[in-house]
């Protein structure tokens, strides 16, 4: 009974070791930075294409927002691109801005190539059609086409 008694209060006193070592701490971290230089990389090349796209969905949605307000009014709405100042502003044949953007904002170098002003009327079609081209410093060009039936897209 003895013997019982002291292996069940002696543990198994052999040495074993715990934890990480300094080489496999300093692997793992190598691995972590090559993964993170690779992707941050990666990413600086999606960056602007990424905000043309977004600078492009924006005038769209801005084109998109003329045209509801002139049908849900029933009166007039103007849209307008200036590439001077970079922005796009919706607003009232008075001149009273609804909603105003600046592309300089996205960053990348977006900005406006050409200007465009029309207007939307109470049945939803554009007054004059026009082409809004948009580049950044990637040399990138994405347009946005207004056509005179009121519809808008992207090239």
Known sequence: MNTKTQS???RNTTSQPKGFSLIEVLVVVAVIGILAGISGTALMKWLPQANLKRAARTIVSMCQDARVEAIK?????????????????????NGTTLRQFDLSIIGSGVRLSNSLNTSFTSRGRALTAGTIPITNNA?????????TSGSIITN
């Open 139 to 147: 040399a990138s060009t994405l347009s946005v086409t207004v056509r």
């Open 73 to 93: 009014r029933n009166q007039q709405i103007n849209f307008s691109c200036s590439n001077a100042t970079n922005t796009c502003v919706v607003s009232f044949t």
């Open 8 to 10: 069940l209060n002696h």
